[in-house]
């Protein structure tokens, strides 16, 4: 669920119909960008406007069935996702994207 907070406040309320909702991150023209799991535990994108209303849907082409951490680097157009991969090991998984049909790059493309 989205819920907003009014600057100064600490009462929540809720805002659109979107649910669930995971490591969401506004962009600077105000959509956020939200995480879901589809059918199979296929991770999905989901933008939605200030309102609160899902925009669409995008695959990711990623399975995630247990926990995971994810971090948003928007200058750079990738999100990086932390997952469980054994009792011992973690997988660590890059994903670039593009903006108005723009590639950025390999995932291993060096960044300064």
Not at 57 to 65: F, K, N, Y
């Amino acid at each position: 669920m989205l819920f907003q907070v009014e600057p100064g406040r600490t009462d929540a309320r809720r805002v659109g119909d979107v649910e669930p909702v995971w490591a969401p991150v506004v962009q600077p023209d105000g959509i956020l960008l939200a995480l879901a799991r589809a059918d199979n535990d296929a991770l999905v994108l989901r933008p939605v406007d200030p309102a609160g209303h899902a925009l669409g849907e995008q695959r990711l082409g990623v399975r995630v069935p247990g926990p995971y951490s994810a971090r948003w680097d928007l200058s750079r157009q990738q999100l990086l996702i932390v997952r469980a991969a054994s009792r011992k090991a973690l997988d660590v998984l890059l994903l670039r994207f593009s903006v108005d049909g723009q590639a950025t790059g390999a995932a291993s493309e060096p960044h300064p």
